[in-house]
């Protein structure tokens, strides 16, 4: 799978206030190119973060002290970062990561059924973290349907949450978040309103401070459109528009063109759906630079061009770098549950925990449990 | 709405062994360049296809025969087809076609719960053609809710047909067969097993006589994945082929991953689904082609390069070009209805003229009412 991500620098990080310590919990065996990467990504983000603490689960039988060695051995020699790890790696970064080993890990075909049958995998260990508040967050590169399956299960809803949803960020011109990109296949509509009034928190917390424009996902934009979910969803969510409309301006139904052309700051929909226009978006956009490349390769002429378009192929292909963007947040657990891209690569990885440590320090949790409150009257029938 | 379509010129038409004319019923004010590109389609495809034989609903406030002549005086002189249509307009060419006026017609605006108040307008009235037998099959080029409402309550159903389905064609390295991609919003599994039994029919008969490959669209491949409607479907569907494997191989669930790498020759889905995943295409197609003329003409250097790489680009868009494309089949029909782009132009008009003849020829229907016949007694519990 090829995320297809606008780059998108994570914007400047409000630190703690309070000076209290981020801790965040990662699961070393997560991901196509863990544990190297991941270990990688997790060191440079320690060199950035100082009051970054991590708690990493790993397979016992990997050796993380020489994936450590084999990262400040690659470092270019003089850089400042390599001097940085040569004199504080024990006074500094070693004592802020934890090492708990586990007899088991998930790889990426792990069917997630079988991953609770023995707990002791880091996957599941790692989210036992979270649920005993040993940390703040978690990151995971790896499977998806695991990491979906194991954070529901062992880290909890929060209270008031009918279904925790995975929420995406879209990287158009101006960036879309997508609820639910693919955690329910099956809703009903006061899930929807739910993803609403969720996403719309994290808008205003982690994106911009203004009014976001929400869109609910369907096959045309009049109200006849659509199927009963979306016919019911809108009504609900229209009702909801009436009572309070400082959380996001509803402009009803909207489709994917108008995702594509972000006239929507975030796009509702079921699962389903809502992973079907994700993977539509991810697998065409591969699917037309892989055309383009082929044509540019087709004789010596266009080959000639395509080596003069490289910079420019190499500019617009970075828009579309998954590993400049953060990752997904499984939202509506009791705990910050973030899953970046299988593929990730160390800088990826670090750019997840940079968001992970954003996340838990804009403290969304909060804000949705009083919300989630005052919409607990709100039915169809209002 | 921007369709992306593979080139692919439209095969040798197999032409009608027993003689017979071949009528096809049109609405020249359908679509964005009626009726100026529609006539002119119209007059191409009458002096390709010799026996073939057009009704044109027309309003009547339009002047027909200036719209003829203008496309007279529009061809090169001295062309061959010129000296055709200078000899032969009133012995041949208008004698092919018979112009129906109307007092009204649909906008691309128009609501289709409007039509059917005042039925003389022309898409009821071409409709009707083709419910009264008196054209073999309709193309239509406008309003596309209008089409699927108009051509469902004026033709009908054709006999042993839950719902008819709006059959599209995706044009990637091996094209792919959608069904359905927007007729019907709110599926049952037993329709999308008739999906599955009239497209493969339909590839049969047009796209290759070998057995297809049809997978079922889901938002992963394994077998507990997926909402209530895609698990029965699967069910039934692999039931139907425990019966009958003649008529397609069923290679279960896919993602929009394998539809684009063709992994499938046919994807079933249910209307929602799959008009979503045709728009996600269509408009992430039609975002990156802006976002790439965009990064080319951002300075001198690489508006130089864009105007070398121009003869390539313009090779990779045709490849995405719709105009080359038939359109969509309303399939389940009492007759050939076939909706082809609002953006059509005089090129599209020909094709898709020449589609409709070919599916006329092939005569689908009566494969498919005997097949439906045979899978009547399927159903979840056999």
Chains 1, 2 share one sequence.
Not at 266 to 283: P, R, T, W, Y
Request: proline share 3%.
């Amino acid at each position: 799978m090829f995320f297809l991500r606008r780059k998108k620098k994570i914007e400047n990080i409000n630190k703690r206030e309070d000076n209290k310590i981020v801790k965040i919990g990662i699961d070393l065996m997560g991901g196509d190119y863990a544990p190297v990467s991941t270990m990688e990504g997790v060191l440079l983000a320690l060199y950035d973060l100082k009051d970054l603490h991590l708690k990493i689960t790993f397979y016992n039988k990997i050796d993380y002290q020489k994936l450590i060695h084999n990262f400040i051995n690659k470092l270019p020699k003089r850089s400042k970062i390599y001097n940085y790890f040569n004199k504080n790696l024990e006074t500094d970064i070693l004592k802020r990561i934890e090492f708990i080993p586990c007899s088991n890990y998930i790889s990426m075909s792990d069917k997630p059924v079988n991953i609770l049958k023995n707990r002791d995998n880091t996957l599941v260990k790692v989210f036992e973290l979270l649920r005993d508040k040993v940390v703040d967050g978690v990151l995971y590169a790896g499977n998806t349907g695991a990491f979906l399956e194991t954070s529901i299960l062992v880290v909890g809803r929060l209270n008031g949450v009918k279904r925790p949803a995975l929420l995406t960020v879209l990287p158009f011109n101006k960036p879309v978040l997508l609820l639910d990109s693919g955690a329910n296949a099956e809703c009903k509509p006061e899930y929807l309103l739910q993803f609403s009034v969720m996403a719309s928190i994290y808008y205003k917390k982690i994106i911009s401070n203004s009014l976001p424009k929400l869109g609910l996902l369907n096959i045309g934009t009049e109200d006849i459109k659509g199927n009963l979910l979306t016919k019911e969803s809108n009504k609900l969510i229209s009702n909801y528009v009436n009572i309070n409309n400082n959380l996001f301006e509803y402009v009803g139904f909207v489709e994917p063109y108008d995702v594509v052309n972000s006239k929507v700051d975030i796009v509702v929909a079921d699962g389903f759906s809502g992973n079907i226009m994700l993977k539509s978006f991810e697998s065409l956009g591969e699917y037309v630079f892989n055309f383009i490349r082929k044509e540019f390769s087709l004789n010596i002429f266009n080959k000639a061009i395509g080596l003069l378009s490289r910079r420019i192929f190499r500019r617009i292909k970075s828009y579309f770098d998954y590993s400049e963007y953060g990752g997904a947040l499984m939202i509506g657990l009791n705990g910050v549950s973030v899953k970046t891209h299988g593929r990730a690569n160390y800088r990826a990885i670090k750019n997840s925990i940079n968001f992970t440590y954003k996340l838990i320090v804009n403290d969304i949790n909060s804000v949705i449990l009083k919300e989630l409150e005052n919409i607990k009257n709100i039915t169809l029938s209002f």
